[in-house]
């Protein structure tokens, strides 16, 4: 039997783990217009709130050293935002890791002008977040050499199944489809526990209620979305508890799968978000979470009202939390609804390092900053309107290479330390950590016909534990070099006289 053990992550050193795949770190400008729930609240607590990707400390420095403008305007950390505004940022990305297992090409149709790959899990489609060059439609064209519109989408997690356009037209054709509703969707999970051997339908609504989390609840009807799927199990694994599934969505919600599975007591086995003991208890989640309002929490219309500073209640580090919590939900949250989030948010942060970050480089001069302020205390800014002319955006592309950092140096930076930008470059993540057991495995279209990928390996009944690759046995598709020998006799025939 082959040695399938996986190395420990800090086995290699960083940026060179042969299961990962890199890219170096760049200058990127970052633009956006005001989101509604940001109109009267300051531009600081805006940005340490809504990205969440590095600490308030280091955003404050940014915001200091006049990377940021607001309305073409260098824009102080009090500034109240306003409904129009538009926020110009550079920031220097460094890019997450991915799995380094290549987007597998099952079959190119260029008279049709589409594409059907099997993408990933780690890699988003579309450029989001920290995410922009380790997408699907980038790396389509870096490694391929081939432009690709999205038809329909997959969380970053989440590998399988996708279909690409070569046009934009095809692509709004293809996707009509999708958001129909037409098309008969098939994944196969890996999930925690022994799951029934009879058919089970779950219909049950649900809904976002918190979106830097990205979390989503079942949720009383008239609330949110009805959401539907029939699951049926394939296979039980003794020796971890776990079943593999076969699940069939018919409609097509956010998380729709990974959260049924949760309410039935059998989230997927390396759920980062729905299948946490500590986040969720011991019973996971299973039967879904109490909605009772609390009568602690506040409207979204109170917590706006708080923010920008027309209501002044006495509150604790606490009570901000959970104010914040309660702006960016759509519905008042119960106790435990809130106490969920909040666990969520606190272990992202402390995955992401955000102690170190906060306390090592800024705090000093933070605290200078403070005493200067009590004695000399900011007059309201105030940044000119926009014309429509100068609102028009576009997407950026990443500066140069050689870009200098526009960031004010710290007076010591320790090792370890990014030498442009200042915040500490991340240890490496361990490659299973960066996707679920979660694969769409089969489409059944109207006007492409069915189309499906092999079996991913962790799904065999006798699975070995090496996630890699594809179950044994299975065929794959040689759709890039069919392709190139089509194309070849194409221009030999047009050659031929």
């Not at 420990?8 to 890199?22: A, I, Q």
């Not at 600490?55 to 915001?63: Q, T």
């Not at 004695?375 to 290479?401: F, I």
């Not at 200098?404 to 950590?433: H, R």
């Amino acid at each position: 039997m082959p040695d399938t053990a996986a190395p420990p992550p800090d086995m290699y050193p960083r940026g060179m783990n042969p299961r990962l795949r890199y890219i170096k770190s760049y200058w990127w400008p970052y633009k956006t217009f005001v989101k509604q729930r940001w109109i009267g609240r300051q531009l600081l607590e805006v940005i340490t709130t809504e990205f969440r990707d590095r600490s308030m400390e280091y955003y404050r420095h940014a915001l200091e050293s006049g990377v940021t403008r607001v309305n073409g305007v260098v824009a102080r950390p009090d500034l109240i935002l306003r409904n129009g505004d538009r926020i110009d940022n550079t920031v220097h990305r460094h890019e997450p890791p991915v799995t380094n297992d290549p987007i597998l090409i099952l079959h190119i149709d260029r008279e049709r002008e589409f594409i059907v790959i099997s993408k990933p899990g780690s890699l988003p489609v579309h450029a989001a977040g920290r995410y922009f060059k380790h997408t699907v439609l980038e790396m389509m064209e870096s490694d391929y050499g081939l432009k690709c519109y999205s038809v329909n989408r997959l969380d970053r997690l989440t590998s399988g199944l996708m279909i690409l356009a070569l046009s934009g037209k095809a692509a709004s054709k293809l996707a009509r489809e999708f958001v129909e509703g037409k098309v008969k969707k098939e994944y196969v999970a890996r999930v925690k526990g022994k799951f029934p051997e009879e058919e089970v339908t779950v219909d049950k609504p649900m809904m976002t209620v918190d979106r830097q989390m990205g979390l989503v609840i079942i949720t009383p009807e008239g609330k949110s979305q009805d959401a539907v799927t029939i699951f049926n199990r394939i296979a039980y694994d003794p020796v971890r508890d776990q079943s593999v599934v076969r699940c069939r969505p018919q409609t097509g919600r956010t998380h729709q799968i990974r959260v049924h599975l949760q309410y039935l007591g059998y989230p997927i086995a390396n759920d980062p978000l729905y299948g946490i003991p500590s986040v969720w208890g011991p019973s996971l989640g299973k039967g879904g979470v109490d909605l009772t309002p609390s009568t602690s929490g506040i409207s979204q219309a109170d917590a706006l009202k708080a923010r920008a500073g027309t209501s002044t209640p006495q509150s604790t580090d606490a009570d901000r939390e959970y104010d914040n919590i309660d702006l960016n939900s759509p519905i008042r949250l119960s106790n435990q609804a809130r106490e969920i989030i909040a666990k969520l948010r606190r272990q992202k942060d402390d995955a992401e390092d955000w102690i170190k970050w906060s306390e090592v480089i800024f705090s000093a001069k933070k605290a200078q900053d403070d005493l200067e302020l009590e004695s000399n205390p900011p007059t309201p800014q105030v940044v000119p309107r926009l014309t429509g002319r100068q609102e028009a955006l576009k997407l950026p592309d990443p500066l140069p290479d050689d870009t200098l950092s526009p960031l004010k140096p710290p007076v010591y930076l320790p090792p370890g330390f990014c030498t442009e930008c200042y915040v500490p470059v991340p240890d490496d993540p361990d490659p299973e950590t960066l996707f679920i057991y979660l694969h769409a495995l089969r489409y059944t279209t109207e006007q492409l016909g069915t189309w499906e990928t092999p079996m991913p390996r962790w799904a065999s009944a006798d699975w070995d534990g090496d996630w890699r690759g594809w179950e044994e046995g299975a065929i794959l598709p040689s759709a890039l070099e069919e392709d190139r020998r089509k194309r070849e006799a194409e221009a030999a025939k047009e050659a031929d006289p």
